[in-house]
C-alpha cells in the first residue's frame, strides 16, 4: 500500500477484538487520493491523504 508522499502516513496494523476476546489481525489504512500537485514547479501526480489536502499543505495543480 502507498504511503501519503506530504506526512508520511501509511498503513498501521493491530488487532481486532472481538466481544469473546478473539484477537485477529487487521489493518487501519488511510484515505489517498491520487492528485495532480506542484512539486518542484512542475505538476506531478502523487499521493495525498485527505488530512493534507484539507489542511492545505499540498497546491494543486489545475
Known amino acids: 500500500m502507498a504511503k501519503c508522499e506530504v506526512c508520511g502516513k501509511g498503513v498501521v496494523v493491530g488487532n481486532k477484538v472481538s466481544h469473546s476476546n478473539i ?3 487487521r489493518e487501519w ?3 489517498l ?3 495532480k500537485a506542484m512539486v518542484d514547479g512542475s ?4 499521493h495525498v491523504c485527505t ?3 484539507r489542511s492545505g499543505k499540498v497546491k494543486r495543480a489545475v
Open 23 to 25: 484477537k485477529t489481525k
Open 29 to 31: 489504512v488511510p484515505n
Open 33 to 35: 487520493q491520487r492528485v
Open 43 to 46: 505538476p506531478k501526480r502523487i
Open 51 to 53: 488530512r493534507c489536502l
